[in-house]
């Protein structure tokens, strides 16, 4: 009986996603202004931005554990990977936030000075976790290349 390859779990998913990402964005820039400029609200721009971390970090589990890439590539990428994951945690959490207390304000029972406040940290985290990120996506592609 013939095997047919389906999606079907989250891993085959998320190595689709990332050999997608990798075919769009490789020719391009190392940036990921792209994704943060699509987006319209404060959330949805740390979104982005964790989106893009979590692929070009599925993406980097492959590159430091291909022995014929250079071992200072791989270094590189270990290193952003290293330095970028403790602030996209920090933004991820603040996003939860903010989206929990917008929710809450909505629903009457947070006050808008409270989401001025989750917003403006969101918008923190943003500015910590863009040039990390960067640096994560330049290093994986200068590997992957």
Known sequence: MKKVFRFTSPRYRRAFLALALVAFTLPGCATISGPVEAAETVEQKAFAIYGTFVVFEEIAVGVV????????????????DRTAKPVVDGLLDATLEAQTIRVQVEAGT?????????????E??????????????????????
């Open 65 to 80: 554990q291909n022995p014929q890439i250079p071992r200072d590539l791989r270094q590189a990428v270990q290193n952003a």
């Open 110 to 122: 947070n006050t808008v000075e409270r989401l001025a406040i989750v917003t403006a940290n969101l």
């Open 124 to 145: 923190d985290w943003i500015d910590r976790a863009i040039p990390v990120v960067s640096n994560l996506t330049r290093a994986v592609r200068t590997g992957v290349r």
